[in-house]
């Protein structure tokens, strides 16, 4: 067993989660601590302004220098551990053009933390035609499969909801042996989630998020809009597939009329048809979602979901499991299963041709005696 350590920055741009497990890249050992950064509003800001970029454009090296600064300063609390899984910022996805584009240097991250890191995990899923996205289904099913040890699930399909800056769905089957064996798991982009909820509270409120739904509580949701936001081709796409954080900018676009309750409410609507539309394209009705993600703690959210979904909604901790931490533990259990030429993702996760070992490994330089 090797205890890792996963960090994980979001397209919510909120800060670095940190969580370490002990894990052989097939089973989870245990689970150990965890912990966030919050970012600056000069590191948010930054951040911010690069989004949408690619390598070389403006801003961009900024960028990648504040990922690698808050994460190696995140890192340095976690002493013990052995390899860190380290995502990078995603700003740009595109991977049947441009490709995918997560800025900051794992070379200089193992320099700066005196630790191996494994980085670049999206590259060459992407090479391979993939979508590179998302890649926390093969943790989920560890997960799933942890659960059911812990006699905290039954043996039966289950679904992950991660609600981030943008939306995945994992179903996954934990009787399955491998992630990688057919019938294991199905994932697939939702659709927007918490990005264009928090843009808008950033924008108007100078808020970074709308604490428990409260605002969009006491809106009314828009019809015209959101039956326009249905009609999005993308939502015809069969899985898997993939988004950009900004490929949904005309919702943010047909709210901006709207008062602030009205639009947050609109955008919840938003959030919660995206994964009901989606739902067509599991390969079996799961009779529970397991909800992880920030957006777990927006009860505006919560309750659209219960409303939109034929299934038992909870939040992920109803299954012993952090869903706070759960993307960052991802890629610490990604890290480890790099570490031994295990696949990361498969063709449907990502679409890809057939099962893929991504990432990159970067040891720390050795000073000479």
């Not at 600064?69 to 013990?80: R, V, Y």
């Amino acid at each position: 067993m090797i205890r890792a350590l996963g960090m994980m920055s979001g397209t919510s741009l909120d800060g670095v989660d940190a969580a370490e497990i002990e894990t052989d890249g097939i089973t989870i050992a245990s689970f150990g601590d965890s912990r966030f950064r919050s970012y600056s509003d000069n590191e948010a800001a930054v951040l911010h302004g690069a989004l949408g970029r690619w390598p070389g454009e403006a801003g961009v090296d900024e960028a990648a220098g504040i990922s690698v600064a808050c994460h190696a300063d995140l890192a340095g609390e976690f002493p013990d551990v052995e390899v860190i899984g380290y995502h990078g910022q995603t700003l740009a996805h595109d991977p049947h053009g441009r490709g995918t584009h997560q800025a900051g240097d794992g070379v200089a991250l193992a320099h700066k933390t005196g630790r191996p890191v494994v980085w670049d995990f999206r590259s060459e899923d992407v090479r391979q035609g993939g979508e590179g996205a998302p890649l926390a289904p093969f943790f989920h099913w560890a997960c799933a499969r942890w659960a059911v040890g812990a006699g905290l699930l039954p043996a039966a399909p289950v679904a992950f909801l991660n609600l981030g800056g943008v939306g995945n769905i994992t179903w996954v089957d934990p009787s399955c042996d491998t992630p990688e064996e057919n019938g294991a798991c199905l994932a697939f982009d939702t659709g927007p989630a918490n990005a264009p909820i928090n843009d808008l509270m950033r924008k108007r409120l100078r808020q970074s998020h709308d604490s428990g739904g409260r605002l969009a509580a006491r809106g009314r949701t828009n019809q015209s809009v959101l039956q326009r936001f249905l009609a999005h081709p993308y939502f015809e796409r069969p899985a898997p597939k993939s988004l950009d954080r900004d490929q949904f900018v005309e919702l943010s676009a047909a709210v901006e009329a709207l008062s602030d309750a009205d639009a947050a409410a609109t955008l919840v609507a938003a959030l919660a048809a995206a994964v009901a539309a989606g739902w067509r394209w599991l390969p079996s009705a799961p009779s529970t979602v397991l909800v992880c993600g920030g957006g777990r703690h927006n009860e505006s959210i919560m309750s659209a979901l219960g409303a939109q979904l034929p299934a038992n909604v909870r939040p992920v901790e109803a299954a012993g499991l952090d869903g706070d931490m759960l993307e960052a533990q991802a890629f610490a259990w990604l890290a480890v299963r790099v570490l031994k030429g295990l696949p990361c993702s498969g063709p449907m996760t990502t679409g890809v041709a057939g099962p893929v070992c991504g990432g990159r490994i970067s040891h720390p330089k050795r000073s000479c005696a």
